[in-house]
């Protein structure tokens, strides 16, 4: 299973775009990068999802080069509700889902 | 409607009493989970059922018994509570076992020991 690196925690402001980068250097040819988020007193939430390139939905958009070992999730101009932790994983489809874990996470402050 | 709902929210006993958390989806789903998330944050799985089936036990403790009834539930009873049982269980549920399925979990029960 690919290990991930993620910074402890980012501070950002209302408004601003935040990038939060995953390294994953042992990456697999099967391998995709999920990425959760998690609120205070909640489980954690699905948030998005890729294997190469650029992925974007209405939550946030996720970056992946050619080589990908690592990744980027990129959150729009963030507000207070969007501080939570983030979690990347990078796992394959005929991995047990049981057996990818979700690491550290990085815990994203956003200040007025 | 809530997909994957845990009760009770909160738990607080004594060491040595016997506890149990009930977890239900209602999103249809083959696999459940428990996992155990410590106060450094860090969230780790326990088990996974596919079917009612145990796929994943990653070196639990015997105290620690799931029962899964039918796929749409998955129920964790805990004996002979000790202080470092005391975390947040979250118990989560995905359509199929592979790891790139999304996994979509419940707010999670508060384990406090006393």
């Not at chain 1, 990068?33 to 948030?47: A, D, E, K, L, N």
């Not at chain 1, 729009?76 to 049981?98: I, K």
């Not at chain 2, 977890?23 to 155990?36: I, R």
């Amino acid at each position: 299973l690919a290990k991930t690196t993620q910074p402890i925690s980012m501070d950002s402001y209302e408004g601003q775009e935040v990038n939060i980068t995953c390294s994953h250097n042992n990456i697999a040819t099967n391998d995709y990068i999920t990425w959760y988020q998690q609120f205070p007193s909640q489980g954690p939430r699905f948030i998005i999802q890729g294997y190469k390139t650029k992925v974007t939905n209405e939550v946030a958009s996720l970056f992946i080069p050619a080589d990908r070992k690592s990744s980027t999730l990129s959150l729009p101009r963030v507000s207070l509700s969007d501080t939570a932790v983030y979690y990347c994983l990078v796992a394959s489809w005929n991995t047990n889902a049981g057996k990818s874990t979700f690491g550290d996470g990085t815990t994203l402050t956003v200040k007025p | 409607d809530t997909a994957v709902s845990q009760t009770p929210k909160y738990l607080v006993t004594q060491m040595g009493n016997d506890k149990s958390i009930k977890c239900e989806q209602n999103l249809g789903h083959d696999t459940m989970y428990w996992y155990k998330q410590d106060s450094k944050k860090f969230l780790k799985i326990m088990f996974s059922y596919n079917n009612k089936e145990l796929i994943i036990n990653e070196t639990v403790p015997n105290r620690f018994s799931p029962k899964s009834p039918d796929k749409a539930h998955l129920n964790l009873h805990i004996n002979s509570l000790e202080l470092g049982d005391s975390a947040v269980y979250f118990c989560a549920s995905s359509q199929g076992q592979g790891a790139t399925q999304p996994q979509h979990f419940g707010d999670g029960t508060r384990l406090s020991i006393l």
